[in-house]
């Protein structure tokens, strides 16, 4: 799949840079998750992933309003609430991660018209896990309830980006993004019922929960 992403952008056409404008950008990729549970479970996922970005364009300097969603499926990762409940929960996790992120547009072009540049910035994410499959140790669960995870972190990114005089030509993007999060909270809702969503559990995570990401990301801009 990664080789088909850059197949793609490099047989998108060119042109030159624009700047001094807002801009809103779309992308989709592949990402790679090593998830840290309880206990010293672990999972390593590979999924989807969607991202906007939003924000204002300088010259060399670009300030965004990101965010990236991914999908994928956890295996036997193990989660505990205080005293209150432990389980070994498998299923669909997504994770939707906020990132305001300062763009820095270098002046080599590597490779046909397009331009290198970084980027970084703070993350805030919820990582939810759906208990499709699990195992209760104490407590209770059950098949309509999802597991939280609140995390705070890192993104840096690198990429390069298509030089376009106007954002009108819907300036295509390449970039590999490596994300450190850490979880600070823990909250388990029953969502059995959509129209009354209850809070059945609540507490600080454990010390060793994190998560390491690596994502890949084909996108242009839209205007």
């Excluded at 490099?10 to 989709?28: E, M, Q, R, T, V």
């Excluded at 965004?64 to 498998?90: C, P």
């Excluded at 992120?101 to 805030?124: C, D, E, M």
């Amino acid at each position: 799949m990664l080789r088909l992403l850059l197949i793609l952008f490099l047989f998108i056409p060119s042109a030159h840079s624009y700047y001094n404008d807002w801009g809103l950008k779309g992308a989709l990729g592949m990402n790679y998750q090593s998830i840290a549970g309880e206990d010293e479970s672990s999972d390593n996922i590979v999924g989807l992933t969607v991202n906007t970005q939003f924000g204002y364009r300088w010259d060399q300097f670009e300030l965004d309003l990101a965010s990236y969603v991914t999908f994928g499926k956890s295996h036997n990762i193990h989660f505990k609430v205080g005293d209150e409940l432990q389980a070994i929960v498998s299923g669909m996790v997504r994770t939707v991660n906020f990132v305001p992120l300062l763009k820095f547009y270098t002046h080599w072009v590597p490779i046909q018209k397009r331009n290198l540049y970084f980027s970084a910035g703070p993350s805030f994410s919820l990582r939810t896990f759906w208990t499709n499959n699990y195992t209760v140790l104490t407590g209770e669960l059950d098949e309509g309830y999802k597991i939280t995870y609140h995390d705070t972190g890192i993104f840096a990114a690198v990429g390069i980006e298509e030089l376009s005089t106007f954002k009108e030509e819907n300036p295509s993007y390449f970039e590999i993004l490596f994300g450190y999060t850490k979880s600070r909270k823990i909250t388990v809702v029953d969502a059995s019922n959509n129209q009354k969503v209850r809070v059945v559990h609540s507490d600080e995570a454990g010390p060793n929960i994190r998560t390491i990401i690596l994502m890949f990301n084909l996108g242009i801009t839209f205007f």
